[in-house]
């Protein structure tokens, strides 16, 4: 079967593509000399995130237990979570991951730290942490500086805890308009984690893990001494907010979603089988024009969004696309596209080569 004789609406990947993403990522951070520990929220798939490893990277970045929970039944050994563990139930489901596989948790306050320390002595385990830095985001995260080295101090004295050492996440990256952007703010997340590492080292305090990163800075962040690891996430897929940020190519783009026309209203405008159910609403933290990019036609614009339909502005008046004509389409942010789709069918050369379920997907306690 050919991808265009599936039915629509449906999420594809280029296995072509996407391994040659994977591919490149790991050839850059084994140039730089950082280790590579890609986030897994992109595509929540155990099969994809084995790939990277076997490619090089040294584990695997999860926002949330669910997700780590997920790679670890299917074999994943090294796992960083860059989320705060609050409650009972999480500490508790933490402390039995910890059995099961290598876990690094992360922290931003003191409370957190004191839970997991008492539940870590309880259970008769030593668990490894990492410091989160707010670097201008304004997410999770203490401030830099002398307030991450006062939290180094508290968790080194804390039982059954060892600190590792410090990971942050520029994400108002996603916010700029050019390479020259993206290269000041990666200089500033490294220079301010670097710095901090400094900081801690010099009370005398060992600090392996600096871990910074995302798709548009890993790049960029690999050639500055004192990174240890770089956590992009989207580059293995890629998606048109990578592309209007100059970022990616169209041809970098690995997951695209099949749709087809189902009305021509009128000779500008026409309906497809796609709406926000398989789309996502998603324009980026930098709102882009548009709900997707339409492969090879310029003529076209996306404009809106129904929860199943999407409404198509055509720029001069055609008769093309006609009903029943396929489309596809580079979703703007594709990590949540994937988590609208129970599965990705991939293909290679056109061909349906293999489904591969989305064992993560919904994964948000």
């Not at 929540?44 to 490619?55: G, L, T, V, W």
């Not at 308009?177 to 290269?183: H, V």
Request: net charge positive.
């Amino acid at each position: 079967m050919t991808k265009h004789e599936l039915d629509t609406p449906v999420a594809i990947v280029d296995l072509d593509i996407m391994e040659r993403n994977i591919q490149k990522m790991a050839e850059y951070a084994k140039s730089a000399g950082v280790n590579l520990r890609p986030h897994i929220k992109t595509h929540k798939i155990p099969a994809i995130a084995h790939k990277q490893i076997e490619a090089g990277a040294i584990g695997i970045t999860v926002a949330k237990l669910g997700e780590a929970e997920v790679m670890a039944s299917a074999g994943i050994r090294n796992i960083l979570i860059v989320y705060p563990i609050v409650g009972e139930v999480k500490v508790k489901r933490l402390i039995d991951l910890t059995r099961e596989t290598s876990v690094i948790a992360s922290v931003d306050s003191a409370q957190v730290a004191q839970n997991l320390s008492k539940a870590a002595q309880k259970s008769g385990i030593s668990l490894d942490v990492v410091i989160i830095v707010d670097l201008g985001f304004e997410s999770c995260g203490i401030s830099p500086g002398m307030e991450t080295v006062k939290m180094a101090k508290r968790i080194s004295k804390l039982n059954n805890l060892r600190f590792k050492g410090i990971m942050g996440y520029a994400g108002q990256v996603y916010k700029v308009k050019n390479q020259g952007e993206i290269r000041k703010v990666a200089h500033q997340e490294a220079s301010i984690m670097v710095q901090t590492a400094q900081s801690i080292i010099s009370e005398g305090i060992p600090v392996k893990i600096v871990s910074v990163g995302s798709t548009p800075t890993a790049r960029i962040l690999g050639n500055f001494a004192g990174v240890t690891e770089i956590r992009p996430g989207t580059y293995v897929f890629n998606d048109n907010v990578e592309i209007d940020m100059g970022v990616a190519e169209t041809d970098d783009c690995a997951v695209k979603i099949l749709s087809t026309v189902i009305s021509r209203p009128t000779s500008t405008r026409a309906v497809i089988d796609a709406g926000s159910k398989i789309l996502s609403s998603d324009r980026g933290l930098k709102p882009i024009r548009g709900f997707g990019r339409v492969i090879n036609d310029p003529n076209v614009e996306i404009n809106s969004l129904q929860e199943e339909h999407g409404t198509i502005n055509l720029k001069k008046p055609s008769e093309k696309p006609r009903v029943g004509d396929k489309i596809e389409i580079i979703p703007n942010h594709v990590c949540a596209v994937v988590n609208l789709v129970d599965k990705l069918i991939a293909i290679r050369k056109d061909k349906v080569e293999i489904a591969l379920p989305v064992a993560a997907r919904g994964k948000v306690t």
